[in-house]
């Protein structure tokens, strides 16, 4: 894909035109990592033709220093956050990458709004985080570091270490069966637990075919499981999903684990529970975190007596970061070898377009610049099309989805070009939105 750029400022008027630093070359992407990466991942964007700037330490304003300095055509973070404000000087800026599986930490919408890709890397650190949620599973039931911790002190107490409720015939309760939760759930039942669980996409067809329960709501997900681990994105929809009316559901004395993302879970509900009822907990993430790889952490639901935490670090072992780098050099060769985003996550699942403009023409130069030239004296707008060639290259057919409908005499003129070979419009209709269960 050969790559030749404009910057236009937007914003503010400057005081000064600014141009975009001079482009690698046609087919050469400018690369800013701006978080930890595989050895291997840099040598092989590179290899790929890619001029990379590596800054691991980058964050909040260096970072956006970073972006106005190197002015990158594509960003790769890992938990680095960008905000709206780090996009604002990016004149060349077309794609960031997550180099991992949840993206909370980039502002979307300020990408989308700026007309920049966002791809993430979804299962490649599955199994990586599925062990750690096991680890801090099989640390809630026996204990493990509390006798760490007692055995450091120099205390002997296998009369109280001595009682844990044991796993094997007890009830896994998996909420979220994406990749991590199936990990996780198979994991279940090689422990030989009886495994359920609860998902939006989730049918009883595909339950009974992986051998696990179905759960119609999370509720009765909560009353039943002995373990329950919690394994969703963070988006608007998860917000305090396992809420208060959850955490009253679960029974004395159950295991909670969260590998997906602070906001998910109510804390202050959580902690009622682990006060009133025994429930333990063992918690990868929180509701509020250091936003750098050190600093002070402050969450109070750690100093609960039965929480057992660790550093956000479920993909962080070599195995993950290496496969999750793998990804990322495949998602950046592809954008720039032919344009396409693999894994993107903030491409529209729906436009406003009411019609579809189907023009079938010869595979001459001008053709199509016709066709919007007419469109926008009809003034309407194209939210998305695609223009297939044909075998042998003679003909092609664009799909137009449009904003509006063309009137009679705009299809007329658009059908009056010499290499238009024909002209349809036709109505989109649209089914009702699905309801997932509650």
């Known amino acids: 894909m050969a790559r030749y750029t404009i910057a236009m400022p937007t914003g503010p008027t400057p005081t000064a035109i600014k141009t975009a630093p001079e482009t690698p070359g046609p087919g050469a992407l400018n690369v800013l990592l701006a978080d930890k990466f595989d050895a291997a991942g840099l040598d092989d964007l590179r290899s790929h033709g890619c001029t990379v700037q590596f800054d691991p330490e980058l964050a909040g304003e260096s970072l956006q220093?970073?972006?106005?300095?190197?002015?990158?055509?594509?960003?790769?973070?890992?938990?680095?956050?960008?905000?709206?404000?780090?996009?604002?000087?990016?004149?060349?800026?077309?794609?960031?990458?997550?180099?991992?599986?949840?993206?909370?930490?980039?502002?979307?919408?300020?990408?989308?709004?700026?007309?920049?890709?966002?791809?993430?890397?979804?299962?490649?650190?599955?199994?990586?985080?599925?062990?750690?949620?096991?680890?801090?599973?099989?640390?809630?039931?026996?204990?493990?570091?509390?006798?760490?911790?007692?055995?450091?002190?120099?205390?002997?107490?296998?009369?109280?270490?001595?009682?844990?409720?044991?796993?094997?015939?007890r009830t896994l309760g998996v909420v979220g069966l994406g990749r991590i939760g199936r990990e996780i759930a198979s994991r279940g039942q090689a422990f030989g637990m009886k495994v359920i669980a609860w998902s939006r996409s989730l049918t009883e067809t595909e339950a009974h075919r992986l051998g696990i329960g179905y759960c119609a709501n999370l509720i009765n997900l909560a009353k039943v499981a002995d373990v329950v681990s919690v394994n969703v994105a963070a988006t608007p929809e998860t917000v305090r999903l396992i809420d208060e009316q959850f955490c009253a559901a679960m029974k004395p004395g159950t295991t909670l684990v969260n590998t997906s993302r602070g906001s998910v879970v109510d804390e202050d509900a959580l902690t009622t529970a682990i006060r009133d009822k025994g429930v333990r907990a063992g918690l990868d993430v929180y509701a509020t975190e250091p936003a750098t790889g050190t600093g002070t952490f402050e969450d109070p639901i750690v100093r609960e007596p039965g929480v057992?935490?660790?550093?956000?670090?479920?993909?962080?072992?070599?195995?993950?970061?290496?496969?999750?780098?793998?990804?990322?050099?495949?998602?950046?060769?592809?954008?720039?070898?032919?344009?396409?985003?693999?894994?993107?996550?903030?491409?529209?699942?729906?436009?406003?377009?009411?019609?579809?403009?189907?023009?079938?023409?010869?595979?001459?130069?001008?053709?199509?610049?016709?066709?919007?030239?007419?469109?926008?004296?009809?003034?309407?707008?194209?939210?998305?099309?695609?223009?297939?060639?044909?075998?042998?290259?003679?003909?092609?057919?664009?799909?137009?989805?449009?904003?509006?409908?063309?009137?009679?005499?705009?299809?007329?003129?658009?059908?009056?070009?010499?290499?238009?070979l024909s002209v349809d419009l036709t109505t989109i209709t649209r089914e009702p939105p699905a309801h997932g269960h509650p």
């Open 65 to 169: 220093a970073a972006i106005l300095r190197h002015d990158p055509d594509v960003l790769v973070v890992r938990s680095t956050t960008v905000p709206a404000a780090a996009l604002e000087n990016a004149l060349r800026l077309s794609l960031i990458v997550r180099a991992g599986a949840g993206y909370d930490n980039i502002d979307i919408a300020a990408a989308s709004a700026r007309g920049i890709f966002v791809a993430n890397c979804p299962g490649r650190n599955s199994v990586a985080v599925a062990e750690l949620a096991w680890a801090l599973i099989l640390a809630c039931d026996r204990r493990v570091p509390d006798q760490t911790a007692d055995l450091r002190r120099g205390t002997w107490n296998k009369k109280e270490y001595a009682k844990a409720a044991g796993l094997h015939g």
């Open 308 to 420: 057992y935490g660790t550093h956000h670090v479920g993909a962080s072992t070599d195995q993950a970061q290496h496969a999750i780098s793998t990804e990322v050099v495949r998602i950046i060769d592809t954008y720039r070898t032919d344009g396409t985003v693999p894994n993107c996550v903030n491409r529209a699942l729906a436009t406003t377009a009411t019609n579809i403009l189907v023009v079938r023409h010869l595979n001459h130069p001008g053709v199509l610049a016709h066709v919007f030239y007419t469109l926008g004296q009809a003034g309407i707008n194209v939210e998305e099309m695609e223009n297939v060639i044909y075998d042998g290259a003679k003909a092609a057919c664009a799909r137009i989805q449009l904003d509006g409908a063309p009137l009679p005499e705009h299809l007329t003129a658009i059908g009056a070009n010499d290499d238009v």
